[in-house]
């Protein structure tokens, strides 16, 4: 265990590094998205009456965590909203940067929106949290190894994401990316030596585990790999577009992403029907055809978001999108409110 099977995490670290484009010794192997977020979250050393910006669309988790901070130690939680579809990017960056206070101490962002798959501005974000003097905390569970970025699009000061999304490594997985000069200031979830306080291992230190999960991060990049992020993105956009371009034409159908704009969405789609229950679209899809949506009760907005992945076949997304159109005539009578 400890001679041979966990030292191969340094050559999944490595893989990591590369792919993201950071340095090696700025990569943490997690348990997944939560767990690497938390890490910072509760390792920054808040103080009374610091305040925190984020969105009212960010993960609850996270919000969570942030809310327990606010009950224990007096920190204040700012939540902005921004526009649903997001068709000028820059409401979305405006917002944050309007919510900012002279207290505030860090932000905490998404790159794709777990509710509706917007891909979300990330840079602009940061740079005008940087010129303020405010680090940047990157939710990118569900963007890493979706579509194409780098660190260097980012220019985030941390980054989290669960690897048994779209990288498709083993549930119990995640990466945990913190800014070489950073990494000191962060107090590990799990107590660490003093000798490792610039260390990014640090972060790892939860006691044993098994090995054999993150060993096969390695194993699922170079699939990743195989594939090519390039090609990846634009099949979930080819997959997606087969079905929207069947749909769109009907009013009833609405989009909570601008769709017209590419740069919007890859591999996750929310819309909605008017005059439909989405609860009663959602059961009939799985009961009667055996496809699986998930159901967004959000208090700004509501739909049904769709995620086809590689292995989705065309045959697949052609019965979805003829089950769609005839909800949209009003054939199916079961799913209307």
């Not at 700025?26 to 808040?46: H, K, P, V, Y």
């Not at 699922?220 to 634009?234: P, V």
Request: one cysteine or more; proline letters at 4%.
């Amino acid at each position: 265990m400890w001679q041979h099977v966990e030292p191969k995490v340094e050559t999944v670290r490595e893989k990591l590094a590369i792919v993201f484009g950071c340095d090696t010794e700025e990569i943490a192997i997690t348990r997944n998205d939560s767990e690497s977020l938390q890490i910072i979250q509760l390792g920054i050393d808040f103080k009374p009456g610091d305040e925190i910006l984020t969105t009212t669309q960010d993960y609850p988790r996270m919000l969570t965590t942030f809310n327990q901070m606010e009950r224990r130690i007096g920190i204040k939680v700012n939540k902005v909203q921004y526009p649903t579809p997001l068709v000028n990017k820059n409401d979305y960056v405006e917002a944050l940067k309007n919510g900012i206070t002279p207290k505030t101490k860090i932000i905490l962002i998404s790159h794709t929106c777990f509710l509706t798959g917007q891909i979300l501005p990330v840079r602009d974000v940061c740079r005008a949290a940087h010129e303020k003097g405010i680090e940047v905390i990157v939710d990118g569970a569900h963007s890493f190894n979706h579509f194409p970025y780098t660190l260097a699009d980012l220019e985030c000061d941390y980054f989290g994401t669960s690897l048994h999304k779209w990288t498709y490594a083993p549930i119990g997985t995640g990466m945990l990316f913190v800014k070489r000069n950073l990494i000191k200031k962060v107090w590990p979830l799990m107590a660490a030596s003093k000798e490792m306080e610039d260390n990014i291992r640090k972060f790892e230190e939860i006691g044993t585990h098994p090995a054999a999960n993150h060993n096969a991060i390695a194993e699922a990049l170079a699939f990743n790999e195989a594939i090519g992020i390039d090609r990846k993105a634009e099949r979930f956009r080819y997959l997606h577009k087969r079905w929207i371009n069947r749909v769109r034409k009907y009013d009833n159908v609405k989009f909570l992403i601008d769709i017209k704009d590419e740069s919007n969405w890859a591999g996750i789609i929310n819309f909605n029907i008017t005059g439909v229950n989405i609860n009663k679209l959602q059961e009939y899809l799985f009961n009667k055809h055996r496809i699986y949506v998930i159901v967004i009760n959000f208090e700004e907005f509501k739909g049904l978001r769709v995620t086809p992945n590689v292995y989705t076949m065309l045959s697949e997304i052609d019965l979805f999108a003829d089950v769609i159109e005839s909800v949209a005539r009003g054939e199916i009578k079961e799913v209307l409110e």
